[in-house]
């Protein structure tokens, strides 16, 4: 398998993209590199390691043995420890050295992003945040809110489909306008039945779906949306210092999804520009693709898992916004001292309230 290790320039320590400043940081010698730098110093490197994937995916091209893939073993470059991923891995770290080591091949070819979203937030940033909303959950378990328990957590790039539509698109619909008055004696409703019609160019950007299997689609869909305005140019040191996913869904398997979804907004749109009714009801709707645009895109997620009486609670972070979700468990020992607590306040002011109307 064919990787890549990035090490600082100045000193041979290993190098990570610091989120907190948008920079490429060694923690050893201190020096700090730009995007641009690290991507140019390693280009070489790069490019070796994508060919490397390209020679070995035609060799294994057909076989049993690709086709039943499911882990993958690595040598890592800093130590030589033979280390097992997982087949969509495309980033990790060297579980021995703790080395960052991003194997190349894996995000290169047909499998190449086209953009990828920087972590803007740290780890200790997205811990801090934590931290704090649990400070405002009274009945969290004692123990849960607490550093050590959130020292694992990871930074990981997903995948993503992402396409932009320019679409012609008409609707028929049956507008209803209803009046009522009164007289001295009578009530008087008039009601009034319009065909209406509407067309127009409509351009819908951002339209996204999951390229990976297996994944919980509720949590990671919930941390959207991100500022797809800061995207980058994809370059695999981005990667470095944190795991990243290859889809393994492609166009064909999400474009009813987004198709749909595509023309659920238009109608929306064309259903709201009929105003002035009292209700509408559409009839016919059509759409004519002009232009399409898809982007694989990476996204960066802070994720973490707490386990709690035998249950697992899974917790995600948008690792650019700081948008969290998570379900959080709760203390039966702290809920039922509540209830005990606000039953005998609601005992006291009962028996207090009697003996004042006595």
Not at 26 to 38: N, P, T
Not at 81 to 89: L, R
Not at 126 to 132: A, G, W
Not at 312 to 325: C, E, H, L, R
Request: glycine content about 6%; some cysteine.
């Amino acid at each position: 398998m064919a990787t890549v290790n990035y090490t600082c320039p100045s000193c041979g320590a290993p190098l990570t993209f610091n989120p907190d400043k948008q920079m490429f940081c060694c923690e050893y010698c201190l020096s700090e590199f730009s995007d641009k730098y690290i991507q140019d110093y390693y280009s070489k490197a790069e490019s070796k390691a994508s060919e490397e994937e390209v020679r070995e995916g035609k060799a294994k091209q057909n076989t049993k043995e690709e086709q039943a893939e499911e882990a993958v073993v690595y040598t890592c470059p800093s130590c030589g420890a033979e280390v097992i991923t997982t087949a969509t891995t495309a980033a990790t770290t060297c579980f021995y050295c703790q080395n960052p080591v991003v194997l190349g091949g894996r995000l290169s070819g047909e499998y190449l992003p086209d953009r990828v979203v920087p972590f803007e937030l740290s780890k200790e940033k997205v811990i801090d945040k934590f931290m704090e909303m649990c400070k405002k959950k009274w009945f969290l378990p004692k123990f849960f809110a607490d550093k050590k328990n959130f020292e694992k957590m990871t930074g990981v790039y997903f995948p993503y489909w992402y396409v932009d539509k320019q679409l012609q698109a008409d609707m028929t619909a049956t507008g209803k306008k209803v009046s009522t008055w009164r007289d001295r004696n009578r009530e008087y409703t008039e009601t009034k039945i319009y065909d209406v019609y509407r067309s127009g160019d409509i351009i819908i950007n951002n339209v996204f779906e999951r390229a990976l299997k297996g994944e919980d689609r509720k949590v990671l869909q919930s941390v959207h949306p991100y500022d797809l305005s800061k995207a980058k140019k994809f370059a695999m040191s981005y990667l470095s210092g944190f795991q990243a996913e290859k889809r393994d869904l492609e166009k064909n398997d999400v474009s009813d999804t987004l198709n749909n979804r595509v023309s659920g907004y238009a109608k929306t749109l064309l259903e709201g520009s009929m105003g002035g009714y009292t209700s509408v009801n559409p009839k016919s709707y059509h759409e004519k693709t002009d232009l399409e645009s898809w982007s694989y895109t990476l996204l960066p997620v802070w994720m973490i898992t707490y386990k709690h009486n035998g249950k697992i609670f899974p917790y995600a972070v948008n690792g650019q916004t700081g948008k969290t979700y998570g379900k959080l468990p709760v203390s039966f020992g702290k809920l039922a001292l509540f209830s005990l607590f606000v039953a005998v306040v609601a005992f006291i002011l009962c028996f207090l309230g009697g003996m004042l109307l006595s």
